[in-house]
């Protein structure tokens, strides 16, 4: 697993989650460091049937943190592009 960039924070909920962004096997990455002792979460862009693109867990099963993490996670990422 490479490392992208440098890692950054985000708020969730009122606190400070600790993201970074790796690739593993060409495909783009998020670990989630939620820094109060809860399980770590490591997230991607999946596709769909329809070619639609939505958040998921690796593995399976958190798939609405990875929905909120990664929309927080988007607009970060849209933000420093501007």
Do not use: C, Y
């Not at 962004?21 to 049937?49: C, W, Y």
């Not at 329809?50 to 993490?69: L, M, Y």
């Amino acid at each position: 697993m490479r490392e992208i960039e440098a890692p950054f924070a985000l708020e969730l909920d009122g606190k400070d989650i600790r993201i970074s962004e790796h690739e593993l096997q060409g495909k783009r990455v998020f670990h989630v460091n939620f820094g109060d002792g809860a399980n770590p979460l490591v997230i991607t862009v999946g596709l769909s049937a329809r070619k639609e693109k939505f958040w998921t867990s690796i593995p399976q099963g958190r798939g609405a943190e990875a929905e909120k993490i990664g929309k927080l996670i988007a607009e970060h990422i849209r933000a420093k592009r501007k």
